[in-house]
């Protein structure tokens, strides 16, 4: 994988979009920052930016298909962990809370934002190309303050904590092995055992904000095979594609604007 780094960016996920869009890009290619003034994150949600913290993003496009891209997600996630977990092994606060986010000791360390862009092949009888921006952030120095929920940095650790610049040699190499469990998408189903392994909540109970206003509260069971939540609601259970999860029913306020998901 090539990598191109600079000082400062608005966002490396904009940077990503402008070389596809405009230069047509294709990957696999790292955009790394080490700060970002317009950082991004789920939803429109605001994304805060810390010297010293992981700005990274990936270009994607081999074995890309619209209905496989948001499996990179998972990807993302399991390769993160992994790269964590090599440079801080005696730490086991590390997990996965579904959708994206990464978590120490159930605080927000960071989060993954994927980007799809659908490109013309310039041949009608040929689908679109698809392109996918795969966006990681992880608070290495600083975590931010004045957000609605708990976040945290690794410089909490009581070891030496991995600087953005080890993390990001960890991550990459990682993420090239995941990719390769991936398979385009044949291998999602150990890609998602993976996951699962480092997924906090499990079999507990969580509470579920869904899109315009619903809320719900059950026992999270598992992710399906195409990586839904699944959660038991008493004798019912719900399949839910996108949402923001709060575990063990801890209710915090809505969100603000601020978010720490790329």
Not at 24 to 47: C, N
Not at 101 to 121: C, H
């Amino acid at each position: 994988m090539r990598l191109i780094a600079f000082d400062e960016l608005d966002s490396t996920n904009e940077e990503a979009r402008r070389r596809v869009l405009e230069e047509g890009e294709r990957g696999p290619l790292w955009i790394v920052a080490g700060r970002q003034s317009k950082g991004r994150g789920r939803l429109g949600r605001d994304w805060i930016s810390v010297p010293g913290n992981l700005h990274a993003s990936l270009v994607l496009s081999e074995g890309v298909t619209p209905e496989r891209a948001p499996q990179l997600g998972f990807v993302a996630g399991v390769a993160a962990i992994a790269a964590l977990r090599a440079l801080a092994p005696d730490e086991a606060g590390f997990a996965l809370k579904w959708p994206n986010d990464i978590l120490l000791n159930r605080a927000k360390l960071g989060g993954v934002l994927l980007e799809g862009l659908a490109l013309s092949t310039g041949d009608e009888g040929r689908p679109p190309a698809g392109v996918v921006v795969v966006g990681i952030g992880v608070n290495c120095a600083a975590a931010p303050q004045d957000v609605p929920y708990p976040a945290t940095a690794l410089a909490s650790l009581q070891v030496p904590a991995p600087s953005a610049q080890a993390l990001f040699a960890a991550l990459s190499d990682r993420f090239c092995e995941t990719l390769r469990l991936w398979s385009a998408g044949s291998g999602f189903a150990q890609v998602r055992g993976k996951w699962l392994e480092a997924a906090a909540g499990l079999g507990e109970s969580v509470h579920v904000r869904l899109a315009r206003g619903e809320e719900i509260e059950g026992r999270f069971e598992t992710i399906d095979a195409d990586g839904r939540l699944v959660v038991a609601c008493g004798a019912e259970r719900r399949v839910i594609d996108a949402g923001d999860v709060i575990l063990a029913h801890r209710a915090t306020p809505a969100p603000t604007g601020q978010d720490l998901h790329r």
